[in-house]
T-cell receptor, first 115, second 113 residues
């Protein structure tokens, strides 16, 4: 039973364009969401997060949007750069970001930025 | 300030042997989390520890797996009598308090032959 779903295993985007990565969740208890980026043979690196009390959070080229009614969130990267090529994981928590529980991860989307 | 250090990076064990994976959290971090990533899968939460205490082990298999985070030294994930299905990447993360400070190590890739 997958509570966090990333339905696109891979996504190819041209350099300079917008990359949009999508994530859906089923557990209505989730109230804190994070995006991680992962290069091969390395651990995931935290990118950006959003609390359920917000619908948007922006940090430089990265913006996360949350639609609670649809149980959907998305990560926008603009403009996309070659160094953005990596696997992106969506993760969720029911602990309000307090660290008291583990994260539930999606299976990841492999983003490929083409020159 | 060194990041989360995991060793070994690669570990090969024969079926039935024991695997010990080590994780040294970032300086000042007293919360440690272990995750497992099977091929083509996302990371799955295993256990959450603070110094000398297991806080949440709801993701740990009931048998053969154990974890500790002693007062001194690294956190250890121990897998007894390994089987081929234990082959995976095991990631450790540490945090000072909250999820926003979650820093992952580079992982240990366990291969059971």
């Amino acid at each position: 039973d997958q509570q966090v779903k990333q339905n696109s295993p891979s996504l190819s985007v041209q350099e300079g364009r917008i990359s949009i990565l999508n994530c859906d969740y089923t557990n209505s208890m989730f109230d804190y969401f994070l995006w991680y980026k992962k290069y091969p043979a390395e651990g995931p690196t935290f990118l950006i997060s959003i609390s359920s009390i917000k619908d948007k959070n922006e940090d430089g080229r990265f913006t996360v949007f949350l639609n609670k009614s649809a149980k959907h969130l998305s990560l926008h990267i603009v403009p996309s750069q070659p160094g953005d090529s990596a696997v992106y994981f969506c993760a969720a928590s029911a602990g309000s970001g307090g660290g008291a529980d583990g994260l539930t991860f999606g299976k990841g989307t492999h983003l490929i930025i083409q020159p | 300030n060194a990041g989360v250090m995991q060793n070994p990076r690669h570990l090969v064990r024969r079926r039935g042997q024991e695997a010990r994976l080590r994780c040294s959290p970032m300086k000042g971090h007293s919360h440690v989390y272990w995750y497992r990533q099977l091929p083509e899968e996302g990371l799955k939460f295993m256990v959450y520890l603070q110094k000398e205490n297991i806080i949440d082990e709801s993701g740990m298999p009931k048998e053969r797996f154990s974890a500790e985070f002693p007062k001194e030294g690294p956190s250890i994930l121990r897998i007894q009598q390994v089987v081929r299905g234990d082959s995976a990447a095991y990631f450790c993360a540490s945090s000072p308090t909250g999820i926003n400070g979650y820093t992952f190590g580079s992982g240990t890739r366990l291969t059971v032959v």
